[in-house]
């Protein structure tokens, strides 16, 4: 079977014949990459490297499993000031800066990223997935993490106008993508939720979030793409309303926020998910792995869900650490096909 055979037998809850995808959905951080390099990892497997992120993929024996995305915030866009930071306050701020933004040299690059993927994907050997920044996501982005809470009732028509113009954006993105590649998952970045659940209510979603799913994922479930939403913290009441607009999947599906996929498994039997492998526990030892793997099996086995990290593999994971995890995912992922 292809690495592409085995992700689409499962996110149709079929078996693959050997074993389940083995995938990073995420690079690893620069500083587990650091701690690596002083364990002995060669150079040039690092991901950050010419070429660095296909090398690493196959020294660690991971799937393929590329992201391509068309960034709405152009390259020539002032940087906000501070981390979580903002770049605009209201309309004519948002007016100046709209020759910055939504930018044909964005769709140009992910175009030609799609064309050096475009054979290898066709023939099986690799997945993508498109990044698509979402609706919660990009205007935080623009307002920046505090303003974005007051704009839902501040600037509620510069909200709706934002998130217009970037479905267009998106709709551009996908016109000039589809004709040279279909992505087997497409991902909308929001990260709605911390800890304890969504940081916005369902009325607020349903009128500044909803309508512009359901503008883009009857276009995307067309072509046969799995349409996923990435939002880190606890989902639990996120899910319905997702599953309302269209969205079939999500990730990453955080341990530390108390996700249950087990949970999400029973009352969603045919929703999609990857990730919620607790990475609190890599560097633990064979026991911590073993019974982290035997809680995600009867889901592994299920359908519908690719296992992998809950996010990135976090720097306390060692070398030595990191090759036993990926031992057992081997074992795991051939016995939740038997």
Not at 232 to 254: A, M, R
Not at 276 to 298: C, H, S, T, W
Request: proline residues 7%; glycine residues 8%.
């Amino acid at each position: 079977m292809t690495v592409r055979d085995r992700l689409i037998q499962v996110l149709n809850f079929q078996k693959p014949q050997d074993r389940l995808p083995i995938v990073e959905w995420a690079a690893w951080w620069d500083l587990t990459i650091d701690r690596w390099l002083g364990e002995g990892l060669p150079a040039e497997f690092d991901f950050r490297a010419p070429d660095g992120m296909r090398r690493s993929l196959q020294y660690f024996g991971l799937d393929e499993f590329y992201c391509l995305g068309a960034a709405p915030i152009g390259s020539l866009c002032p940087p906000p000031a501070c981390h979580g930071g903002g770049i605009l306050k209201d309309e004519a701020e948002y007016e100046a800066l709209l020759p910055r933004l939504y930018t044909d040299e964005a769709i140009e690059g992910l175009c030609r990223s799609a064309r050096r993927l475009k054979e290898r994907h066709e023939a099986g050997e690799i997945m993508v997935r498109l990044w698509m920044d979402g609706f919660f996501w990009f205007p935080r982005s623009l307002f920046g993490i505090e303003d974005h809470f007051y704009a839902f009732y501040d600037h509620e028509e510069l909200m709706l106008r934002i998130n217009q113009d970037l479905t267009d954006f998106h709709q551009r993105t996908l016109d000039a993508l589809l004709p040279i590649l279909t992505p087997d998952i497409a991902g909308f970045a929001e990260d709605m939720s911390y800890n304890h659940g969504p940081m916005l209510s369902r009325e607020l979603f349903g009128r500044f979030i909803a309508p512009f799913y359901r503008q883009l994922t009857p276009r995307l479930k067309s072509d046969g793409v799995k349409v996923f939403v990435d939002s880190d913290g606890q989902v639990w009441d996120l899910l319905p309303w997702l599953i309302d607009c269209g969205i079939e999947g999500i990730y990453p599906l955080e341990r530390q926020s108390d996700v249950d996929v087990a949970a999400i498994r029973t009352q969603y039997p045919k929703f999609l998910m990857l990730g919620g492998f607790d990475k609190r526990v890599m560097q633990l030892g064979e026991a911590a792995i073993r019974a982290e793997f035997e809680r995600l099996l009867p889901v592994m086995r299920s359908g519908g869900y690719i296992p992998s990290v809950d996010h990135q593999t976090p720097p306390l994971v060692s070398l030595d650490d990191y090759l036993l995890f990926r031992r057992l995912f081997d074992e795991y992922a051939q016995k939740a096909v038997r």
